[in-house]
């Protein structure tokens, strides 16, 4: 017989204290009588946008074949240049054998687009992927410096990352932009980047040097012994044992900077945070739309989570 | 092929300053086995590391086939290459797998083609008696295998020289034999040795020479029957009178 979950009470109390938020929640919200709009959201991520269709000659229209919701006007130029367009039947503005001029309208052509939500989730995540690449060769380098025996490149390693470390990432963004944005004539994009990548390889930059003092000193005199330089030694022997180490903080740490970039969205940058904040100004479904942002971001973060399980798993095989 | 002069190891600590070798000179001829010996602490292993430059030294020379290691312009990368060192722990590279340990410095440092270095691995493999252990990682051998595989990984640089720095001592029992054995079998093909051990078994059989050190400095020296059925001086007839 198996033998019995010992833990099914506890199991049962998670849920029901699970519940009990939901309840009060609930409870709060009906207070303040809030109006649900959750049929607006969909939009924000696809909607239909009618595209004008004009043609780009003047001419006339050749025929027009009807094919169920969409219709197929072929157009002809004055020097006989045929050119077909698809437009919503509904929306047809010519007939058969109608004189046109260069950018009359034909009609409106119904395509599918990404939503504010969408778009902002895109400039988060590049935003993110850019800054971290950046992060990890900063950091990697800084960390190195860190454990080095010049005195010059550990003052600096240290001095910057005890700047960074010890100032609020929202000041350093203000930094980035209204100071070294103005002074060098930076894009909000760059300074951005520029700023999530210098908070994060500060933080990268304490992983790595964690990681390289954690590998035992025989390793390092084993491959120095043989000949290797601290270069090679560093690269073939050190960062990679380092790295298996590392790796759950250092993807934490990466996690950590898609979350931080939403402080982007203060110097205009219309990320997906910023991109909450436009929608409910015309909106005002304040509720559904940071519950939905907030969605949107663990979903992205669970998935890398994830992602990061799996390769820790395969790299496990030599332990 | 080794000559040491006056070499002095200061290390300046928090509990004060320590003269870990303390003015040794010796010589070792090329197929000399030297067995190095004495109570902790004397300053046996600093003075092996201070031969492949694992630390620098403070004072005097060390010329290694003609080059001194006390010279700035030494480089010191060369040296290491000439003097393999085998070390108490082991050390082998955990995320390499026993082939890649043994292959790795032959290509980067002796500039190799992979397969050149390969069968060589293979055939040092053979010689330390772990031909099939090739593909594992080092955390799936036992201590004497891989104490083997360590030698056999410093053995694929060709040295000129061999350094143990107490290859047996983290040793389980039974597997210290096996180490031994090829150490002893290197030692008959003529390899250059010096080797600082507990073993006396060891000492008595294979060394050419014995050095007792004790508090940084080489106090006897002698051959292995000299030194352990009549040593000279008191601090070494109380050091044997307790291993023994
Ligand atoms: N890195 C170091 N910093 C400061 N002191 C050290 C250092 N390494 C060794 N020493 C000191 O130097 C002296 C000699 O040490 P060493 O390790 O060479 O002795 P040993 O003969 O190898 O001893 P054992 O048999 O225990 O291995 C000791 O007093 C030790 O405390
Ligand atoms: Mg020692």
């Known amino acids: 017989m198996k033998a019995r979950d010992k833990t099914w009470p506890w199991k049962l109390l998670l849920v029901a204290i699970l519940l009990g938020v939901a309840a009060g929640t609930w409870g709060a919200i009906k207070k303040i009588d809030y ?3 959750w049929y607006r959201v969909p939009e924000y991520f696809f909607y239909l946008a009618d595209d004008v269709q004009k043609i780009p000659f003047d001419g006339k229209v050749g025929s027009i074949v009807k094919d169920g919701a969409t219709a197929r006007v072929t157009l002809i130029s004055e020097t006989s240049e045929e050119r077909v367009i698809k437009v919503e039947s509904e929306s047809l503005k010519v007939s058969e054998g109608e004189d046109l001029f260069e950018g009359d309208i034909v009609g409106f052509e119904k395509n599918l687009r990404l939503g504010p939500l969408m778009v902002g989730l895109w400039t988060t995540l590049w935003l993110s992927a850019i800054s971290s690449v950046f992060a990890l060769f900063l950091g990697l380098f800084t960390g190195i410096a860190r454990v080095s025996k010049n005195i010059t490149l550990r003052g600096l390693a240290m001095i910057y990352v005890e700047c ?10 203000f930094i980035a932009y209204f100071f070294l944005g103005t002074v060098f004539n ?3 994009n760059v300074c951005g980047i520029g700023a999530l990548a ?10 790595v040097r964690a990681g390289v003092q954690s590998i035992p000193k025989g390793q390092m005199e084993a491959s120095r012994s043989l000949g290797m330089t601290a270069f090679q030694t560093m690269r073939d022997i050190i960062l990679p044992q380092a790295f298996k180490k590392i790796l759950p903080p250092l993807s934490g740490q990466f996690i950590s900077l898609i979350k931080d970039s939403s402080l982007v969205s203060v110097i205009a940058i219309t990320d997906l945070t910023k991109s909450g904040r436009e929608i409910i100004t015309s909106t005002f479904a304040t509720f559904e739309v940071w519950l939905v942002v907030a969605a949107m971001y663990l979903l992205v973060t669970s998935v890398l989570s994830q992602l990061v399980y799996y390769m820790e798993r395969r790299l496990a095989v030599s332990d | 092929m080794i000559k040491a002069e006056n070499v002095v190891k200061i290390f300046a600590g928090r509990s004060g300053v320590v003269r870990a070798v303390d003015g040794v000179s010796t010589e070792v001829a090329r197929g000399e086995v030297v067995v190095v010996i004495g109570p902790s602490g004397s300053g046996k292993s600093t003075f092996l590391r201070c031969i492949n430059g694992l630390e620098t030294f403070t004072e005097g020379h060390i010329i290694i086939d003609g080059v001194d290691l006390a010279d700035k312009k030494t480089n010191i990368n060369k040296v290491r ?3 393999g060192m085998v070390f108490q722990q082991f050390n082998l590279f955990p995320h390499k797998t026993v082939l890649e340990n043994l292959t790795l410095a032959q290509c980067r440092v002796r500039k190799r083609s992979k397969k050149v270095a ?11 008696g772990i031909p099939e252990k090739a593909t594992e990682y080092p955390s799936r051998l036992s201590g004497g295998q891989q104490q083997r595989v360590a030698i056999a990984r410093a053995l694929a640089m060709d040295p000129k020289v061999m350094l143990f720095d107490e290859p047996t001592s983290a040793l389980d029992p039974e597997m210290v034999g096996e180490v031994l054995d090829v150490m002893k079998q290197l030692a008959r093909e003529g390899m250059t040795m010096i080797v600082v051990t507990h073993e006396m078994g060891f000492a008595r059989e294979v060394a050419d020479r014995v050095i007792f ?15 352990f059925t009549n040593p000279k001086e008191e601090r070494a007839k109380l050091f044997l009178k307790q291993v023994l």
Do not use: N
């Open chain 1, 198 to 207: 210098l908070f994060a390889g500060a933080y990268v930059a304490e992983i």
């Open chain 1, 35 to 37: 109006k649900w709009r």
């Open chain 1, 186 to 188: 930076l894009s909000r």
């Open chain 2, 213 to 227: 050190m004790d508090e940084g400095k080489v106090v006897e020296v002698g051959t292995p029957e000299h030194f």
């Open chain 2, 81 to 83: 290459a000439e003097v």
């Open chain 2, 118 to 128: 390969e069968e060589k691995a293979q055939a040092l493999l053979k010689k330390v």
């Open chain 1, 164 to 173: 960074i470390r010890g100032t609020p990432l929202l000041v350093q963004i």
